[in-house]
Structures are given as structure tokens and as C-alpha cells.
């Protein structure tokens, strides 16, 4: 526990303490994006041994010969974010809803993605085509209410169980594409796509088998080329739906990495398209931070650091800073112990708020449930209760969605 404290510290000290307001601040047209001031130091905490595994690929073994595929580019084409954003226009968005109005109005969106991808998952097993127009109705009012308060989809976004993995990480990807497009100031219809990606990049993975996406033990090379054939298997099931080339892209590229280690075509840096790159950092944080069969899922904050120790080498930097502005150190809906040992869900966590999110405690001291739960205001105070740590989702065999 100690080590997870000092983790937890140190992403404390970098990101808020330190970066409050943020020292090396760059414009994007209308708008301003902040980047943390000094992560060298997460990166180099982190330490991770093989920083160049795609962690967020259907499995999390590595491969045993490489699949046709050439070694890392040592030469990246990289254009700054900024002159990428700067011809897409720029937004600026305020929220202007509390989370928990906000969260039923979210909540009705998401149950109706949740229904019509269902539907969408049936028709695509049955092999034929799924007609995606059915499902925009229900995208652009997840979309509205991410524009007024993210924090209601982020709470969404970390509802997650093993059963039910492919469709909930499909939707939390679509939540999580949104979110960061919000932070960069994409406009409405971009932030529309982005989250229309996120859906559908792994749709092609419903053309593989149940056995290869539960498998608990190492993949075979044959066994990983399969699995990687869910883009194409994407690409294919949506070719009759006439979608936007971007989103496209999206799921045809969201797993080539920034130094050219990903696949299918080893693309780098800008040459892998924006929301391409959006896709591949969020689908990996949902991955590693959900439960798998083949993995059980890490702490936001342990998560944060993985993704820190990839910047600049599986991620684009800038895109990687942006997210974690995004989502806070604290997303609504985790779990934090507390250093009296107290367990607490954040019931609210947005900019602004440093390290004092509102939690709603659940578990008592001796980690039993409160007869009835309490809300506390972190105060920061030297000798009040703080966050000790952040939790996995399921941690002291708690229900995500019953904690919802």
C-alpha cells in the first residue's frame, strides 16, 4: 500500500500542485490548451519494462514472431497539434449543468446506446448490415450532455463488468473520444464523429470467435493475426453505411502507435490520423482499466502513470496531456480509499477542483457497508482526511453499477 500511496503522490504533486495553472500553455485558434509542466518525472516513476507493448490490442500477451511488420520508424513526421487544429475551427465550452441533473438526462442517453448497439451486435452475428443511422439520435444527445457537464458520461464511462466487456468499452470509448474532443475544442459535429468512432472501432471484433476473445492464456501468432483482423472485419461489416472518411480512418488505424510499432500499415506520428490517435489512447485506458478475462483491471492512477510512461513513444505527447486534463485525476465514479481507511465513490471531480473532489463514502474503516452513505468534501487541510489511493473498479468485490 505504501507504494501505491507514493504513486498516487507523485501524480498528485506533478499534475495539480505543480501544474496549477499550467506553466507551458499553447494556443489552438480560438481556444487554449494546457499541458502539464514537467512529466519526465511520471515517466521515468512509471518505469515501465516494455514500453512499447500495445497493451490495448484484443489480447494483452505479446506476440511470438512478428507478423509481417517492420521495426519502429526511428524518424516520425510530426506536425504540432496546434497547426493540426488550427484549419478545424475552435470551441469554447463551459459547463452549465450540475452532474447530478445532468446524469439522468446522460443516463437515458446511454441506455439507449446500450439497447440499439445491442441490436446493432445481433444483426452484425447474423452477418449482415447494420444500419448505423438507427443509433445517431441517441450519439448526439451523449454528445449534448458531454458538451454541458462530462462529468455525468465520464461516471458512465466507469460502469464496468467482464460479461458484458465488448459493448460497455465500445460505449465508454465513445464517451471518452467525446470527452477529449470537448478539451480540445472540436466543434459539435467533429465532437458528433469522434464519438461515432469510438463506438464502432472494435465492432469488427464481433467476427471473431467467443473462444479467441476469452482466451486467459498466451496467443499463438496465428491466433493474434485473427484477432488483429477485427479492422478489416470493422471496415467490412460498415462499408454499405457510407460513413465520414475520418471515422473510417478511426477504426482502420486506432491501433498503429506514434513511433510506428502498431498495425496494420506502421504508420507514425501525424501520418495516423487524429482521430485515429484520439481512439488508440482511450481505447487503451479503458482497456487496461477494465476487468478482461485475460487481465484484471489497474487503478486510474496507475493507469494515468502507464500512460504518462508512453508519451512520445506509443502516443503523441500532447494528445496523452490532453486526455488526462480531460479526465481528471479523480473521474466521477472511482473508487479512492481514504487515509482513514474509509472507501468512497467521487460523486463529482471537474477543473478547478485540485485535489478536493465530493465523495460519497460506502465502505466504513473496516471496509462493511455504511448503513447509509455519507458525503464528504476533501478540504486539504494539513491533518483532515485525504485520498490515500485510487482503487480498481471492483475492489472489496464491489459492484461498479450498484455503487451507480
Not at 110 to 129: A, F, P, T
Not at 195 to 216: E, S, Y
Amino acid at each position: 500500500m505504501a507504494r501505491q500511496q507514493s504513486r498516487d503522490s507523485l501524480i498528485r504533486t506533478a499534475l495539480l500542485s505543480k501544474c496549477e495553472p499550467y506553466a507551458e500553455p499553447f494556443f489552438c485558434y480560438s481556444f487554449l490548451i494546457c499541458l502539464t509542466k514537467d512529466t519526465e518525472g511520471i515517466i521515468s516513476f512509471a518505469g515501465q519494462k516494455n514500453p512499447n507493448q500495445d497493451v490495448a490490442s484484443t489480447m494483452n500477451q505479446p506476440i511470438l514472431q512478428p507478423i509481417n511488420q517492420k521495426p519502429a520508424t526511428d524518424t516520425i513526421n510530426l506536425l504540432p497539434l496546434h497547426h493540426e487544429l488550427m484549419h478545424r475551427g475552435g470551441s469554447e465550452y463551459q459547463i452549465s449543468t450540475d452532474i447530478n441533473s445532468e446524469l439522468r438526462v446522460a443516463t437515458l442517453a446511454y441506455l439507449s446506446i446500450q439497447q440499439e448497439y445491442n441490436r446493432i451486435s445481433k444483426v452484425v452475428k447474423n452477418h449482415q448490415n447494420p444500419d448505423i443511422k438507427r443509433i445517431e439520435p441517441f450519439i448526439e444527445a451523449l454528445v449534448e450532455s458531454i458538451i454541458r457537464n462530462p462529468a455525468a458520461a465520464v461516471w458512465l464511462a466507469r460502469l464496468k463488468s467482464k460479461s458484458s466487456y465488448a459493448h460497455r468499452h465500445s460505449i465508454s470509448c465513445a464517451i471518452l473520444c467525446c470527452v477529449m474532443g470537448r478539451q480540445l475544442g472540436l466543434n459539435r459535429n467533429e465532437l458528433f464523429q469522434l464519438a461515432l468512432a469510438g463506438l464502432l472501432i472494435d465492432i469488427g471484433k464481433l467476427h471473431l470467435p467467443d473462444a479467441l476473445l476469452r482466451k486467459t492464456t498466451d496467443l499463438s501468432n496465428d491466433e493474434r493475426s485473427e484477432a488483429r483482423r477485427h479492422i478489416e472485419h470493422g471496415l467490412a461489416i460498415l462499408e454499405n453505411n457510407h460513413l465520414p472518411a475520418e471515422i473510417s480512418a478511426a477504426i482502420r488505424y486506432h491501433h498503429e502507435r506514434h513511433n510506428g510499432c502498431g498495425y496494420p500499415e506502421q504508420l507514425s506520428g501525424s501520418d495516423i490520423p487524429l482521430y485515429a490517435r484520439i481512439a488508440g489512447i482511450v481505447d487503451c485506458y479503458d482497456a487496461i482499466t477494465s476487468p478482461r478475462y485475460y487481465a484484471t483491471p489497474i487503478p486510474h492512477s496507475e493507469a494515468i502513470l502507464k500512460m504518462a510512461g508512453w508519451r512520445a513513444r506509443l502516443f503523441q505527447k500532447e494528445l496523452v496531456d490532453t486526455f488526462i486534463q480531460a479526465i481528471g485525476l479523480y473521474p466521477p465514479g472511482s473508487l479512492v480509499e481514504l487515509t482513514n481507511g474509509e472507501v468512497a465513490v467521487v460523486s463529482d471531480y471537474r477543473a478547478g477542483m485540485g485535489r478536493k473532489p465530493k465523495l460519497t463514502v460506502i465502505l466504513d474503516v473496516n471496509k462493511r457497508r455504511l448503513a447509509q452513505k455519507k458525503v464528504i468534501s476533501i478540504s486539504g487541510k494539513e491533518g483532515s482526511i485525504d485520498i490515500a489511493r485510487n482503487l480498481p473498479p471492483d475492489a472489496y468485490n464491489l459492484d461498479p453499477e450498484a455503487l451507480f
